[in-house]
């Protein structure tokens, strides 16, 4: 089954100078696996706040190895639904969180994430999260 890896993974793995040496294994296998997807505003995120042009240009480079799920109008109407149904039940989260579970749900993906918000989503929403 296909994983949708959450920014705050691909950021542990790429960005950070003491990467989570269990969290790189588990990526490394995935990739090598051929199983790894990301969406659009998860690379946006990635890219995001990088002021160094060169080092942007590298993660820029290294992501392209992976093609974007390409995003439809049900993904968002889908997003939307789970933003309401989370709410009625006082649980917050970010749009790109809910795009992600919408995703994940109608593509049939599994969530890898570190983010602990997905385990609150996923008392209402049918999810399939890898920590």
Known sequence: ???????????????HKNPNLE????MKD?????????????????????????QFNQLKELLSSFEDIPLKTEHFLKAAEFT??????????STIDF???AVAHSENLIILTTDNDFENYK????LKLMK
């Open 23 to 26: 969290l790189t294994k588990k």
């Open 84 to 93: 309401n149904i989370c709410r009625s039940k006082e649980i917050q989260g």
């Open 30 to 54: 995935l990739i090598n696996d051929g199983r790894v997807c990301i969406i659009g505003p998860i690379r946006q995120e990635l890219l995001s706040g990088i002021p160094d042009m060169k």
């Open 99 to 101: 795009l992600i579970c």
């Open 123 to 126: 008392k209402y929403l049918s």
């Open 1 to 15: 089954m296909r994983v949708l890896v959450d920014t705050c993974v691909w950021s542990q793995v790429l960005r």
